[in-house]
């Protein structure tokens, strides 16, 4: 009897241990998966505004449109480019489709890319927001996992590096 107690708290403290080490994992793993995708999604603005010939922002700062040049210098040309924040589903989406980012708007991007699930725009402020004296646009999503890990926060001003004038490319 005292052997089959012994064991039973034995177990029972093994079961916690595996119960926790599970917990953690999620944490973690929720944790890395909302990182890179934020990181990613940092990277691509920055790309996309650092590079643009031209930057238009929303009112409402939730969506941010570029003339984006990609490619080497010599071969190179230019693309336009859309992100949008979308409060509704939580969600940042982006779409290179030309026809896409000319008619933009919030209806419009649900058939955009996702780029990052579960990010939240702290009340009081905007997703994108454009200094035109300046030349930059600033960025401020969070990453909000939405059952275990913790949210990764993008919150940076990208500087537009002036770029040659071209014409071909109409993006609104």
Not at 138 to 148: A, Y
């Amino acid at each position: 009897m005292v052997y089959m107690f012994l064991l039973l708290i034995l177990g029972g403290m093994v079961a916690v241990l595996v119960i926790n080490g599970l917990r953690s994992q999620a944490v973690v793993t929720s944790t890395v998966k909302n990182t890179g995708e934020m990181q990613n999604a940092a990277s691509g603005i920055a790309y996309d505004v650092r590079y643009a010939k031209d930057v238009k922002v929303s009112t409402d700062g939730t969506l941010l449109r570029t003339k984006t040049w990609v490619g080497d210098p010599d071969a190179g040309a230019y693309t336009c480019r859309a992100w949008i924040y979308d409060a509704a589903k939580g969600e940042l989406r982006r779409t290179t489709d030309t026809a896409k980012v000319v008619a933009a708007t919030a209806s419009s991007s649900s058939s955009w890319t996702i780029a990052v699930s579960d990010v939240v725009v702290p009340t009081g402020t905007k997703a994108f927001v454009r200094d035109e004296s300046a030349g930059t646009v600033k960025v401020f999503i969070d990453g909000d996992p939405d059952v275990w890990g913790h949210g990764t926060r993008i919150d940076t001003t990208v500087l537009q590096r002036p770029q040659a004038d071209e014409a071909g490319v109409t993006c609104w």
